[in-house]
């Protein structure tokens, strides 16, 4: 089956780097992708990688590696309103998004 | 621009009963898609759209059904609701244009059988 793994929850300081993690098995592969959700809100995209590395996007990055199934979703300089849910989505063979149930960060003063 | 609208907002409705939810997008995108989450759950594909007048089964279709007579339109129909049925349903759109194809949601109408 197609899976997408993620941590449940994590707390992190406000200025501080936070590093989300997303481990996927999938039928094929055509792109990950991450989105931020805050509570009550539509997800709302924030990166895509198809090759393997790093994307830079201001304060956040997204890292992809396609042999091991994994991708990480770099915060730093972390801000209250960073608080949401982080989900990540794969692409699969049938170019339909496979998403995990995402990781709510909690940020503290 | 709208992008994305979603109607109700939020609904309670009774178990056997039939509901519609609207979805509209002024972006000209070719997909649309309905989405079910639930806690605990990633966002589940319920049915899908790759062009007007096409539809397609996503992971959980039973108990919906949908209908795409033209671009901007993609109503979710539950024709005799159940309370497993209870959850908050996303529509989106995307471009399906190649490369990234970000797909783009509404603000999500929150469902509750009784």
């Known amino acids: 089956g197609q899976n997408i793994d993620q941590p449940t929850e994590m707390t992190a300081t406000e200025g501080a780097i936070v590093q989300i993690n997303c481990t996927y098995q999938?039928?094929?592969?055509?792109?990950l992708f991450w989105y931020q959700q805050h509570a009550g809100e539509a997800p709302t995209f924030l990166s895509y990688?198809?090759l393997d590395g790093l994307e830079e996007k201001g304060r956040f990055s997204s890292f992809l590696s396609r042999s091991k199934g994994y991708s990480y979703l770099l915060l730093k300089e972390l801000q209250m309103k960073d608080s949401a849910s982080y989900l990540c989505?794969?692409?699969?063979?049938?170019?339909?998004?496979?998403w995990g149930a995402g990781t709510k960060l909690i940020i503290k003063p | 621009t709208a992008g994305i609208t979603q109607a109700p907002t939020s609904q309670i409705l009774a178990a056997g009963r039939s509901m519609t939810l609207r979805c509209t997008q002024d972006?000209?995108?070719?997909?649309m898609y309905w989405y079910r989450q639930d806690l605990g759950l990633g966002l589940r594909l319920i049915h899908y759209?790759?062009?007007?007048?096409?539809?397609g089964k996503g992971e959980v279709p039973d108990g919906y059904s949908v209908s795409r007579a033209n671009t901007d339109d993609f109503p979710l129909t539950l024709a005799s609701a159940v309370p497993s049925q209870t959850s908050v349903y996303f529509c989106?759109?995307?471009?399906?244009?190649?490369?990234?194809?970000?797909?783009?949601f509404g603000p999500g109408t929150r469902l509750t059988v009784l």
């Open positions: 990688n198809v």
């Open positions: 989106a759109s995307s471009l399906l244009a190649g490369g990234t194809d970000t797909q783009y």
């Open positions: 972006m000209r995108h070719n997909a």
């Open positions: 989505a794969v692409r699969d063979s049938n170019y339909q998004l496979i």
């Open positions: 759209s790759n062009t007007a007048g096409t539809t």
């Open positions: 999938t039928s094929g592969f055509n792109g």
